[in-house]
């Protein structure tokens, strides 16, 4: 993350002798990116983080993702992708949607505490669409709800956590790299800058430690060649304190500030997060453009190197009446395929000065392709929605 945070005991100089009440010491880890050479954050724990026990081989059933054949614009609804079962959590029970060779996009409607989980293979961004819950990891708790990004930093141990009631709705993206805020927002050492959208006192991190008890804890960890699961000696929620500038963090939507404009304003406007060769962008409420003759919904547009994805989380999205998008859904507005207004939203937006809109906008710079959630969601009718003719239109 871009700025120092420090949370629990830690002693006052680094590497140095640290003990705990009973005269041991405690045990540091350095988590660190780039090999020493960028982000980190020192951790002391009550026990070795190295005593693992056992490590068995789990199998991945998530399934693999098929190109988008024939190329169209398609929509998804993830009210489909709700799991019957009431034992469904936010890590084991995810869906692929979407995937490339830099991110893969699921969703999950988690109603069980998932297991201690740790991506060693990229940055996790978590959006919470609906419900509310607690993200525990080893640097300490967060409590999340709907319009919360969480980024975790790869190789942090975490679960999740849904409050009771209603499932956690969570749209998930697995990078194979770090995500962040877009460096046109940072000084060069590390502070948000006066124009970007957000800054460090919207951002909310783990306060205190998280220290729970256990032996022979068992971690499910994804990596480059598949899962394992290890067996540690000591329950990995023993972090005393740490410090640094690397740790998980969360943001909600609503504290996005919208930079608009006397015409309309491109996509980058909005953009949030940044990943390997994708952005994050967040549409919210905003007053929308104020020159006389403006027209306020979006042009047509061909992104001729990126992939599109957008997700409706709140609000009426004013450039897709007509096309049965709806709160839950995901657009996809592949590369080669102009988009843009519905039929007759050019129109209807003339003379608006306020769009009460909301949702997460994911544009790829490889090809998405489609996973098994997508084929189980899709609306074929949309591609034709524009002409409102087709070979699914009747």
């Known amino acids: 993350m871009a700025y120092y945070r420090n949370v629990g005991a830690i002693p006052r100089k680094r590497h140095t002798q640290f003990r705990r009440p009973d005269g041991g010491l405690y045990a540091e880890e350095l988590m660190g990116v780039e090999g020493f050479s960028a982000d980190s954050a020192l951790l002391y724990h009550r026990h070795l983080p190295t005593a693992i026990v056992d490590a068995v ?26 799991w019957p079962d009431a034992g469904v959590d936010a890590v084991t029970g995810r869906r ?7 991110v893969t996009i699921g969703f999950v409607a988690a109603t069980a505490p998932s297991p201690l989980y740790r991506n060693a293979f990229g940055d996790e961004l978590l959006y919470v669409q609906a419900g509310s819950g607690t993200i525990e990891t080893i640097y300490g708790a967060i409590t999340v709800g709907d319009g919360d990004y969480v980024v975790i930093p790869t190789s942090c141990t975490y679960r999740v956590v849904p409050a009771a009631g209603e499932p956690l709705r ?6 194979t790299g770090h995500i962040g805020p877009p460096k046109r927002y940072l000084s060069a050492k590390g502070q948000f800058l006066e124009h970007s959208p957000y800054c460090e006192r919207d951002l909310r991190g783990p306060e205190e430690p998280l220290l729970v008890d256990g032996e022979d804890v068992d971690v499910l960890v994804r990596h480059r060649a598949g899962l394992t699961r290890f067996t540690y000696a000591n329950h990995p929620f023993d972090v005393v304190g740490w410090d640094g500038c690397l740790y998980p963090f969360a943001l909600n939507i609503r504290d996005f500030e919208p930079i608009t404009g006397r015409v309309h304003q491109p996509p980058p406007v909005h953009q949030t997060f940044e990943g390997p060769n994708f952005v994050v962008c967040s549409f919210v409420p905003r007053k929308v453009d104020y ?15 990126s992939d599109e994805l957008l997700f409706y989380v709140g609000g009426n999205y004013e450039a897709r009446k007509g096309s049965g998008i709806g709160l839950g ?35 790829t710079f490889r090809p998405l392709e489609l996973g098994e959630a997508a084929t189980a ?18």
């Open 291 to 305: 020159h006389p003759l403006s027209v306020p919904v979006p042009y047509n547009h061909a992104n001729v190197d």
């Open 329 to 363: 859904s995901l657009s996809l507005h592949p590369s080669g395929c102009t988009h843009g207004p519905q039929p007759g939203a050019v129109e209807a937006s003339l003379g608006v000065d306020y769009f009460d809109e909301t949702a997460v906008m994911v544009d």
């Open 96 to 102: 692929t949607l979407f995937g490339n060779a830099d």
């Open 170 to 175: 969570v749209l998930t993206l697995e990078a």
């Open 377 to 394: 969601s899709e609306d074929p009718r949309y591609a034709w929605s524009w002409a409102r003719r087709g070979p699914d239109w009747n």
């Open 57 to 82: 081989t789990v199998e991945d059933t998530r399934g693999g993702t098929a190109p988008n054949l024939p190329l169209k614009p398609r929509h998804f609804k993830t009210t489909a992708l709700d």
